[in-house]
């Protein structure tokens, strides 16, 4: 059975660090996730997480509301729970996000990411676009001392699930 949750990201800072753990994971797919602590847990109040558990803290769904009803929507999960509870679980966090006035969920992921496109596509988001972004990977130390900036561009694929 599984059982989902508001996450609060001042009475549930554990759950968060823990989540936050999980995205540090080296993947072949992707760079590194270089996003501080603080910006994945922040209390923006056009953030919310939900937590999914069955006994145990299993995957965290993020989503970002970006205008009236159009949320986008990221999400990371512990090592090693089953495709298919993923699934289920967050047909169950899509379903309650369309049937309370969501309007609109996206997703962009990075295109050499094969394994969440197919997840998304799984759970009926359609590819509306693909664009090229610069993304800021890390500070790196220069010569003098000083902090700079890499960025680079990434071919990034937007998946829209309509209500």
Same mark, same amino acid.
């Given at each position: 059975?599984?059982?989902? !949750? *508001?996450?609060?990201?001042?009475?549930? =800072?554990?759950?968060?660090?823990? $989540? /936050?753990?999980?995205? *540090?994971?080296? !993947?072949?797919?992707?760079?590194?996730?270089?996003?501080?602590?603080?910006?994945?847990?922040?209390?923006?109040?056009?953030? #919310?997480?939900? %937590?999914?558990?069955?006994?145990?803290?299993?995957?965290?769904?993020?989503?970002?509301?970006?205008?009236?009803?159009?949320?986008?929507?990221?999400?990371?999960?512990?090592?090693?729970?089953?495709?298919?509870?993923?699934?289920?679980? $967050? &047909?169950? +966090? #899509? %379903? /309650?996000?369309?049937?309370? @006035?969501?309007?609109?969920?996206?997703?962009? #992921?990075?295109?050499?990411?094969?394994? *969440?496109?197919?997840? +998304?596509?799984?759970?009926?988001?359609?590819?509306?676009?693909? &664009?090229?972004?610069?993304?800021? *990977?890390? $500070?790196?130390?220069?010569?003098? @001392?000083?902090?700079?900036?890499?960025? =680079?561009?990434?071919?990034? =694929? !937007? /998946? =829209? !699930?309509? $209500?």
């Amino acid at each position: 059975d599984l059982e989902l !949750k *508001l996450l609060d990201p001042l009475t549930d =800072v554990d759950l968060f660090r823990e $989540a /936050y753990n999980w995205r *540090l994971r080296p !993947k072949k797919h992707i760079q590194p996730d270089r996003m501080p602590f603080e910006t994945f847990s922040g209390t923006d109040p056009t953030h #919310i997480a939900v %937590g999914a558990f069955n006994g145990e803290f299993l995957a965290v769904f993020f989503f970002h509301e970006f205008e009236p009803g159009c949320f986008e929507s990221h999400f990371t999960s512990k090592r090693g729970v089953p495709r298919e509870t993923l699934l289920i679980a $967050a &047909r169950q +966090v #899509i %379903g /309650y996000f369309l049937e309370n @006035g969501a309007r609109e969920l996206t997703a962009w #992921i990075v295109e050499r990411n094969r394994p *969440l496109r197919t997840f +998304v596509e799984a759970l009926e988001f359609t590819e509306q676009e693909r &664009r090229v972004i610069p993304t800021q *990977l890390s $500070a790196c130390v220069q010569d003098d @001392g000083s902090l700079n900036s890499v960025s =680079v561009e990434r071919n990034f =694929v !937007k /998946y =829209v !699930k309509k $209500a």
